[in-house]
T-cell receptor, first 114, second 114 residues
């Protein structure tokens, strides 16, 4: 079975541009979460979506937005990119919203903002 | 406030040595989950263990063992007879629930020298 898949794996943008990152969860998983991992740091929670509804949001500016589609895949959008947005963006899926389960992570999308 | 501290930034050991990775957490919640994840160079976070706040039993899985002590708010991870394949960054994480907002430590980079 396929794990969590993310695309693109690497991308380079310039300041002020917009980026869209995509995530497909494990088959049967209805919850998708997004995390930002700056080099040398642990992942920071951005969003959680379940059944197409936002269920949690971390301390990120409104430039960050996301959505979940009927097939449970998800997009993370970042507008007006800043140099500080350079990071590895990780998507994770789980079977539900409850925290009793583990998160299954993809390999991430590495964003570089120049 | 929720916080996870991994004071050891980098550790190097010679193959077959034992190594312990420290994790200290802060939370006011009485119900929570603690996790350890491994992050190889590929970037994907690999789940190692989950422990809930009501279960203080230590756990052993092959060469891996975990020591959970609520009295000291610690959840330490020991690798016995380390191998080169254990080289990775290890993250401790806290989930106070509900939802999938995990709080990660800054990680410990483990290098096992052959």
């Amino acid at each position: 079975d396929a794990g969590v898949t993310q695309s693109p794996t690497h991308l380079i943008k310039t300041r002020g541009q917009h980026v869209t990152l995509r995530c497909s969860p494990i088959s049967g998983h209805k919850s998708v979460s997004w995390y930002q991992q700056v080099l040398g740091q642990g992942p920071q929670f951005i969003f959680q979506y379940y059944e197409k509804e936002e269920r949690g949001r971390g301390n990120f500016p409104d430039r960050f937005s996301a959505r979940q589609f009927p097939n449970y895949s998800s997009e993370l959008n970042v507008n007006a990119l800043l140099l500080g947005d350079s990071a590895l963006y990780l998507c994770a899926s789980s079977s539900g919203t409850a925290y009793t389960g583990e998160l299954f992570f993809g390999e991430g999308s590495r964003l570089t903002v120049l | 406030a929720q916080k996870v501290t991994q004071a050891q930034t980098e550790i190097s050991v010679v193959e077959k040595e034992d190594v312990t990775l420290d994790c200290v957490y802060e939370t006011r919640d009485t119900t929570y989950y603690l996790f350890w994840y491994k992050q190889p160079p590929s970037g994907e976070l690999v789940f190692l263990i989950r422990r809930n706040s009501f279960d203080e039993q230590n756990e052993i899985s092959g060469r891996y063992s975990w020591n959970f002590q609520k009295s000291t708010s610690s959840f330490n991870f020991t690798i016995t007879a380390s191998q080169v394949v254990d080289s990775a960054v290890y993250f401790c994480a806290l989930n106070p629930g509900p939802g999938n907002q995990f709080y990660f430590g800054t990680g410990t980079s483990l290098t096992v020298i052959p």
